[in-house]
C-alpha cells in the first residue's frame, strides 16, 4: 500500500475529546500534495494515527452548512 501524506493546513474546529485522548476534528488538509479540502475524522493525541473520516469540498461544505441550518 502506498504511503498516504498529508499536511494539516488549519485546524477549524477540535468537536470533542475521548478519555483517552483522540480528538474529532474539522481540519483544512492537503492530501498527497493536493488542493487541500475540509477533512472531518479522530486524530490520536499526537497525529500519529487517525480514523476513517470524510473528506469534503469547498462546495460539499457549504450544502452541509445549509442542511445543518435547515435542521434548526
Do not use: C, F
Not at 485546524?11 to 475529546?17: F, G, H, K, N, R
Not at 490520536?44 to 469534503?56: D, R, S
Request: glycine share 6%.
Amino acid at each position: 500500500m502506498a504511503e498516504l501524506k498529508y499536511e494539516i493546513i488549519e485546524t477549524i474546529a477540535v468537536l470533542s475529546e475521548s478519555p483517552k485522548g483522540w480528538t474529532k476534528e474539522l481540519n483544512l488538509i492537503s492530501w498527497n500534495g493536493r488542493e487541500p479540502k475540509y477533512d472531518l475524522r479522530d486524530w490520536a493525541p499526537k497525529k500519529e494515527k487517525m480514523g476513517k473520516g470524510v473528506t469534503l469540498s469547498e462546495e460539499e461544505l457549504k450544502k452541509l452548512q445549509e442542511v445543518m441550518a435547515a435542521l434548526k
